[in-house]
């Protein structure tokens, strides 16, 4: 169910690159009233045409140090990369008391890259919205993204309450559950839930890629839907998987161990016949899906075989 509580009210709001999480919250905030004007900064001068077409947006610029004056909220929607350039370009533009956040899968790097650039009397909290597609640029947005799903924040010690109030009331009235947790706990955490998921996708469908010419199309033919699934995942943003996977190395590099030692018992299962340790395997994993299901952070599609609307 929506929040129904006040929106948060943004006199300009800054949306810094026009991906698919920040054409999305352009939406949302149209729809809830939350921005008195929306600005977009994006280096593609046909996404910033498309946003204004789509009406998302009151202004455009391809240089984000224009898109950020008097700007009291920014957010920044660019390549985790990206981040220490555009901190650079838009610090010295910033407004006294703006508050700047973030929508990027990794936040110790963010906050590394960031900080320095950021100028006395400007509040930035680190956020990352778990939500989305595969899809990406201005067309691929929409406001019930967000619906259901979890928002975190990480906000740096000192940061004013009430300032991580007005970001976590702009997420709420998305949709969001917010919770609030540490840097590198966020990163350790979504290193399993995301980043190994979407490695191991991309590893999968690669391997389908070098099977050769008449095998792959067969794959592709007959793909039952976990094969589906799996390129779903690995459709997502190059770039923007490139750049989470080097700056969040150590904790991608932790659990990539670890399912290396896990996933080479299932290999000495298989070989050796063991199917009672391969039962027990699939038994306790299961509990996984029940809790995830029961947090409703299934696909809408998902939802829909389960409640009898797809075949």
Not at 86 to 114: F, N, Q, W, Y
Not at 234 to 246: G, I, K, Q, T
Request: negative net charge.
């Amino acid at each position: 169910m929506l929040d129904e509580s006040p929106a948060p009210k943004f006199d300009r709001v800054a949306l810094i690159g026009i991906g698919l999480i920040n054409s999305s919250l352009a939406h949302a905030m149209r729809r809830h009233g939350m921005a008195g004007h929306i600005v977009v900064g994006d280096s593609n001068a046909l996404h910033c045409q498309r946003a204004l077409e789509l009406g998302i947006a009151d202004a455009v610029f391809t240089d984000n140090a224009l898109a950020v004056r008097d700007a009291d909220l920014i957010v920044l929607g660019v390549p985790v990369a990206a981040i220490a350039a555009v901190a650079a370009e838009i610090g010295p533009h910033l407004t006294a008391g703006a508050i700047v956040t973030d929508v990027c899968s990794t936040k110790a790097s963010v906050i590394r890259d960031l900080m320095p650039h950021l100028p006395a009397g400007v509040h930035f909290v680190p956020g990352h919205p778990i939500a989305g597609t595969e899809f990406s640029g201005p067309d691929a947005g929409f406001a019930e993204v967000f619906e259901e799903r979890f928002c975190l924040l990480t906000p740096l010690v000192g940061t004013p309450d009430a300032v991580i109030a007005r970001v976590a009331a702009m997420w709420t009235r998305c949709g969001m559950t917010v919770e609030v947790m540490d840097a590198e706990h966020h990163d350790r955490v979504l290193a399993i839930t995301s980043h190994l998921p979407h490695l191991i996708a991309y590893t999968i469908v690669g391997t389908a890629t070098d099977l050769g010419t008449e095998l792959e199309e067969e794959v592709i033919r007959y793909s039952a839907s976990g094969f589906r699934d799996f390129t779903r995942i690995a459709a997502s943003d190059p770039v923007m998987w490139r750049d989470v996977f080097l700056n969040n190395r150590e904790a991608v590099l932790d659990v990539l161990s670890r399912f290396n030692e896990d996933f080479a018992r299932i290999q000495t299962a298989v070989r050796e016949g063991d199917g009672e340790a391969l039962f027990e395997l699939f038994k306790r994993t299961g509990a996984i899906r029940r809790g995830i299901v029961g947090l409703r952070q299934h696909t809408a599609e998902e939802q829909k075989v389960r409640q009898g609307e797809t075949n």
